[in-house]
């Protein structure tokens, strides 16, 4: 069989597949539209297995996929950085929700009720600065803001591994321990809330809507408090099961952990997402 030099490494190997970097030998033969075929085609069966079956654990096995990926077992399953950036790829293409997004007026309504009258006095310095009213601004920052929105979710990530690391610093854990299954937890969080709730309650509306003829309605003061108590649920499980601890003890942690998520994505996430949006208008 011929010598291959790899095109990759450099390494001397025969076949088709260098023995050093796994790098596969190319030729013509690899432009055809038949190769071409079978490498999607084997893309997306590989990508069908492997996501259902890690989409299935984060769901059903909330922190098991951490588990496995912080001790090294990590060919099996869809990685949890790999899970969220699908999920953010699926909330981009499907904006089932508004999502911790929120219109110009909610947002400088909401920092003034949380005492941050900062935001209004941004808002009127831009105003100010740009001879605009109001209503230019909001009309700006409510087209700009959803794009801006969905890829700033990954700010989350490092904000909520910290807090993890805080909740459990006598664990003896690296922040990369803690950063991991603080993805898997906002990851959950996405899939959960802003896909699986979102389109049934988009499904409930249309059957509704169908079967009586009146617009269906569905009120956050609904939706919240379910959500609420699926991520508790999820979360307890998660912490039991990645810091080894009791159920009373993993409840306690991630209600603090529930807290701390709330401040970051409704506090600091948003006054981030603020603070951008208005540099672009």
């Not at 023995?19 to 490498?39: A, D, I, R, T």
């Not at 590989?46 to 096995?61: E, G, I, P, Q, T």
């Not at 508004?98 to 831009?126: C, D, W, Y």
């Not at 700033?152 to 610093?169: V, W």
């Amino acid at each position: 069989m011929q010598e291959q030099v790899c095109k990759n490494c450099g390494n001397h190997f025969t076949g088709n597949f260098c023995n050093n970097c796994g790098e596969k030998v190319y030729n013509e033969h690899s432009k055809s539209f038949k190769q071409l075929f079978e490498e999607v085609f084997h893309f997306l069966t590989h990508l069908d297995s492997k996501f259902l079956k890690s989409v299935k654990l984060l769901l059903f096995r909330p922190g098991f996929l951490s588990v496995e990926f912080c001790r090294g077992v990590r060919k099996k399953y869809f990685k949890p950085i790999s899970l969220f950036l699908i999920g953010v790829v699926l909330y981009l293409i499907f904006p089932l929700t508004q999502g911790l997004n929120m219109s110009f007026t909610s947002t400088v309504s909401h920092f003034r009720f949380n005492g941050m009258p900062v935001v209004e006095r941004i808002a009127e310095k831009k105003m100010a600065g740009k001879n605009m009213s109001a209503e230019m601004v909001a009309a700006k920052y409510d087209s700009k803001s959803p794009k801006f929105a969905k890829i700033l979710l990954f700010i989350i990530l490092p904000l909520a591994g910290l807090s993890l690391q805080m909740l459990f610093y006598k664990r003896g854990k690296y922040y990369f321990d803690h950063f991991i299954l603080g993805t898997e937890l906002t990851t959950f969080f996405i899939y959960a809330t802003f896909l699986i709730m979102s389109a049934l309650l988009k499904l409930s509306g249309i059957v509704y809507e169908y079967v009586s003829g009146k617009p269906y309605y569905y009120d956050d003061w609904v939706s919240g408090p379910i959500a609420i108590l699926l991520l508790l649920a999820a979360w307890t499980s998660a912490i039991k099961r990645f810091y080894k601890v009791s159920t009373v003890h993993a409840f306690l942690k991630a209600l603090l952990f529930l807290i701390l998520f709330t401040i970051i994505t409704f506090v600091i996430y948003r006054f981030i997402l603020f603070l951008i949006v208005m540099l672009f208008i």
